[in-house]
């Protein structure tokens, strides 16, 4: 694991840089991206570079809620759209979501599964980390072997994700529909943006830890290419 650090406009040019240079370089078309805050100033870098090559691009999204129907402003299909689809000039068409609102949540997440499989795996999964060390939904205690799946939303994820939803817990869905440990492990690169104080310890046991599924984001001790890329709060308690 490589731990670059910096402030948060240099690390998401650094990301944004890494998903030009594959690009460019045509070793990636396939790009997984995380929703929540952390990751945004690289899709605003992406969207300013102007490159063209990004129309050609499929995108996967880590994980959406359950039982919010998709036009719900805080859905990840329409935090997706916004911040993703449109500023970067794709086609919806190549822009995946699992689908939270299927009646059938189980076929749903293997048909995700089935889709990342047919389109040829992720090349370069975008990431962020949870104040807990969740990374997509995958909750404490996820199987480090896990797909994607139904997963619970822990009463911590829910509280910080409640200033999404105008601070009103009630609001936020209690589970979701997320890419698995295993999945995110399959991605041929792995680039984790922390950022702020509220995550120092979870990068720390992410980092420094046991590879234990008490930090699910742990397993990524185990990716031969991830970067994690920090600023100097999310790093402070590095040895
Ligand atoms: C979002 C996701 C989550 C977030 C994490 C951090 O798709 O999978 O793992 O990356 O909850 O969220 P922020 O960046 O809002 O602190």
Not at 22 to 27: A, G, I, P, V
Not at 179 to 208: F, N, P, R, S, W
Request: hydrophobic share 40%.
């Amino acid at each position: 694991m490589k731990v670059l650090t910096g402030t948060p406009p240099q690390l998401a040019r650094w990301a944004a840089d890494r998903v030009l240079h594959r690009l460019r370089t045509r070793s990636l078309s396939v790009l997984g991206v995380a929703t929540g805050s952390s990751p945004l100033p690289v899709y605003r870098a992406l969207a300013a570079s102007g490159e063209p090559a990004l129309a050609s691009l499929r995108v996967f999204a880590l994980d959406e809620y359950v039982g919010l129907p998709h036009h719900h402003p805080q859905s990840y299909h329409c935090v997706v759209d916004r911040e993703v689809t449109r500023p970067l000039g794709l086609d919806p068409a190549r822009v995946h979501v699992p689908d939270g609102a299927a009646d059938d949540l189980d076929a749903a997440a293997a048909e995700y599964e089935h889709l990342i499989a047919a389109s040829g795996g992720i090349d370069l999964q975008v990431l962020g980390i949870g104040a807990n060390g969740h990374v997509g939904f995958n909750e404490p205690f996820s199987s480090l072997r896990s797909r994607t799946r139904v997963e619970t939303l822990t009463a911590r994820t829910r509280r910080d994700n409640a200033r999404f939803f105008g601070g009103d817990l009630q609001q936020v869905p209690t589970s979701c529909l997320t890419q698995g440990l295993g999945t995110i492990l399959d991605a041929d690169e792995v680039v984790l943006i922390a950022t702020g104080a509220a995550k120092a310890h979870a990068v720390a046991q992410m980092v420094e830890g046991p590879l234990s599924s008490a930090c699910p984001a742990s397993v990524l001790q185990l990716h031969p290419r991830a970067t994690v890329l920090l600023d100097d709060r999310a790093a402070a308690q590095l040895t």
